[in-house]
Every structure is written in structure tokens, then in C-alpha cells.
């Protein structure tokens, strides 16, 4: 643990410090008048910390060649360190917010915007990088400014590039009853009717009858050509008799992340068509931290994109800025209710900025 001691005039400038030298996960350890003026403050970070922040999640060393036994075990020993780490970072947590509400709920012109972006559920440390210098020089207009910050960090998924080889292939993966069949529908009616691209379906999910079923009924009502595949090789069959399709949209089977095993299981499936890209689904009701413990687990399919559903259950969106800015990795879509075709959204900053922004009513800006 690194520990550093700093000093400043007043404790704004002190935790500006702080922050600046050791970042968001920084943890206050101790604060104190100096008999000048000025106050001292002592703090450390956890190098262990920043760097998680800073990496992409990653599958167990070796699990491309683990048995499902052997990822199981891995998988294991993943969760228990998972679950210190956890419990290390949200004490952090709890530091780093009692120490930005300090700071901010203290200050007239942020304090409202800090109270709001709370609610929202931003994690601490963001919270402070978006407010941190807002009133600065050149004072001006605060909710531009945050908006313009907002926009800056919620990353969007640019979207398949002009030269790239069709058919292209997107698979979407994620946890149990997120609503992966619902979005794969959605998607299909949305390139098939709306962009009037030939779309092929594929479902994975034999795990249960019904599954596979329910895409199969998607398929026919949008008169799209369905394969079910239980395999790779099956899986690469169906591929390659779609072959005409501009883009063909792989439903699988939902995993709990916490099951490496089966996850790797799903990985070896889809690896038979290597020119598969994964797009994550979450559920944006979910606690930020199983929404992490999910993106480290299924960064062995190296998602190209999140794609948060369900926004209709809930009023907080401060999840999808945390997990855009922890993992790296853009948004795509947004789904906001169980209509098939038509909550679906394909997800822009400007979108997903107003979502984080205070209600109109309030003193307001366009975003
Ligand atoms: N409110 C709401 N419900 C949704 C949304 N998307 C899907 N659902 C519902 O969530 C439930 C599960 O959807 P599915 O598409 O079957 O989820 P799944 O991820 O395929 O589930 P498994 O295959 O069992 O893992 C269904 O009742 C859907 O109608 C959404 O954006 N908002
Ligand atoms: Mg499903």
C-alpha cells in the first residue's frame, strides 16, 4: 500500500491533491489542522486497486486449454478472490463518497449536481472527476460542462466497420433471463425491416426445449431462416448455411458467471466460427458490483460491445457510466421494455448523457 502525506491551504485543494497523485481509489486515512493554517491530509491506494481498474477483465491463466473440471476449480478460486477484493473496494468506496460529500455537498453551485448524480448511483470516484474544477475559471454554464464530460466518457459502440466481410456474425452472450432471445429479436426485426439487411438467426440454447422454441417463433413470425445448433461443429454447419445473410444473429444460452465451467464450454462452442463478435448483455437493474463481478467473468469472450437492457425497471443509470469506464468496452444497444421490435435503442452519447442528467425542471441544458 502506498501511503503519501499532503498539505494544502483548505481541504478542497488538499483532496484535489489527493486525487491527482493517487486517483479515485485513493483511501483517506487521516486529516488534521497544521498550527499555520492549512490543513494535512494522509492517504494511500492499494496499487492492487488502480491496476484492476485499469485492465480489461480477463478469463483464469490458461482456461483456452482448462478442462470444464479444471475451470471449475479455477472458477472457484476466482470467486474467493473476488469476494475480498470486493469487500476491499467497497470500504474504499465508502471512504472515497464520505470524503467527496464533504467536499461537494459543501458547495452551493455542485452540491445539487453531486446529490443528483448520487442518486443516479455514479461511483464515488466519478462523481468527483466529472465535479472536480466544474465551477472553474471561466465559471459558465455547469450542466454544459457536465454534459460535455458525460459525453466524453460513455463510450459507444461505432458499429461494424464499412469494408468488413458479411456475413457478419453477433453472437450475444450474458447471464440468465437478461434478455438475450428478446434483443436478438428486437435486433433481427430492427436490420431486417428498418435497414433491409438479410438476417439469419441461430440459437445455441438447447439447454432447454422451450428455449430454442421461443427464437424459433420469432423466426417465423419475421420470416427469417432459424438454425438450432448444439455444437461447434453444428454451429459452424448453420454459419456457413446462412452464408447469404448480411448479418446472422447468435442467441445463447444464459450462464450464470459464476459457472466458469459452463461458460467455457460455451466459449469452445463459439470459437468454431472465429469470425464471431460477442456482445454482452447486462441487466441495467443490477448492483454495480454483480454487474463487475460479470464483465470479469465474461471478458473470456472478449465482448465488443455491452448492451444494457431492462432501463424501463429502473431510474438509476449510473451503472452503465461505471461499467463503461471500468471496463473499456462501448455500449451498443439499450433496451428499455419487452415490446419486440420497438424497445430497442441504439445507444449514442447524447443518449445516454441526457439519461444521467438532471431532470427538466430543474435549471436545465440540452445535451
Ligand atoms: N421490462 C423489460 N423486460 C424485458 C426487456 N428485455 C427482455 N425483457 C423480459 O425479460 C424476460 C427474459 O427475457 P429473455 O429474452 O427470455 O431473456 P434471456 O436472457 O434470453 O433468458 P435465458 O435464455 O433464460 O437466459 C422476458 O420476460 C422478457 O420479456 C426490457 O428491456 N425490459
Ligand atoms: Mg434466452
Known amino acids: 500500500m502506498k ?3 499532503f498539505t494544502a491551504p483548505d481541504m478542497t485543494q488538499a483532496m484535489r491533491e489527493v486525487r491527482k497523485a493517487l486517483g479515485p481509489d485513493a483511501v483517506i486515512l487521516a486529516t488534521g489542522r497544521l498550527a499555520g493554517g492549512g490543513v494535512e491530509i494522509t492517504a494511500a491506494v492499494e496499487p492492487g486497486l488502480a491496476r484492476e481498474r485499469d485492465q480489461a477483465p480477463s478469463a483464469p491463466p490458461g482456461a483456452e ?3 470444464p473440471e479444471q475451470a471449475k476449480g479455477a472458477g472457484d478460486l476466482a470467486e474467493l478472490t473476488r469476494q475480498v477484493r470486493d469487500l476491499g473496494q467497497m470500504v474504499a468506496r ?4 464520505s470524503e467527496a460529500t464533504q467536499e461537494f455537498a459543501g458547495r452551493p453551485e455542485v452540491a445539487p449536481l453531486f446529490h443528483h448524480l448520487r442518486q443516479q448511483e455514479v461511483a464515488p470516484g466519478l462523481i468527483a472527476q466529472l465535479l472536480d474544477d466544474l465551477a472553474g475559471p471561466g465559471g459558465g454554464n455547469l450542466l454544459g460542462r457536465l454534459a460535455i464530460r458525460l459525453k466524453k466518457m460513455l463510450n459507444v459502440y461505432p458499429g461494424p ?3 468488413q466481410a458479411r456475413p457478419l456474425v453477433w453472437a450475444l452472450v450474458g447471464p440468465t433471463g437478461v434478455g438475450k432471445t428478446t434483443t436478438v ?3 433481427a426485426a430492427s436490420h431486417a425491416l428498418k435497414h ?3 438476417v439469419g438467426l441461430i440459437t445455441l440454447d438447447t439447454f432447454r426445449i422451450a428455449a430454442a422454441e421461443q427464437l424459433m417463433v420469432y423466426g417465423r413470425i419475421m420470416d427469417l431462416e432459424t438454425k438450432v445448433a448444439a455444437n461447434g461443429e453444428e454451429y459452424a454447419r448453420a454459419v456457413a448455411e446462412l452464408a447469404e445473410a448480411d448479418l446472422i444473429l447468435v442467441d445463447t444460452v444464459g450462464r450464470s458467471p459464476r459457472d466458469q465451467g ?3 464450454e460455451l466459449r469452445a462452442i463459439l470459437a468454431a466460427v472465429p469470425e464471431t463478435v460477442c456482445h454482452l448483455v447486462l441487466a441495467c437493474p443490477t448492483r454495480d458490483a454483480d454487474l463487475k463481478a460479470t464483465l470479469e467473468s465474461f471478458g473470456c469472450f472478449a465482448p465488443q460491445s455491452l448492451i444494457f437492457t431492462k432501463l424501463d425497471e429502473t431510474s438509476a443509470y449510473g451503472v452503465i457510466l461505471n461499467q463503461v469506464v471500468h471496463s473499456g468496452w462501448p455500449v451498443s444497444y439499450l433496451t428499455c421494455g419487452q415490446r419486440v421490435p420497438d424497445d430497442l435503442e441504439t445507444a449514442t452519447r447524447e443518449g445516454l448523457a441526457r439519461r444521467l442528467m438532471p431532470p427538466r425542471g430543474e435549471p436545465q441544458v440540452a445535451v
Do not use: E, I
Open 3 to 5: 501511503v503519501k502525506r
Open 65 to 67: 486449454t482448462m478442462t
Open 94 to 97: 465508502h471512504l472515497v463518497l
Open 161 to 163: 466497420g464499412p469494408g
Open 185 to 187: 429479436a428486437k435486433l
Open 196 to 198: 433491409r439487411l438479410r
Open 262 to 264: 459452463n461458460l467455457a
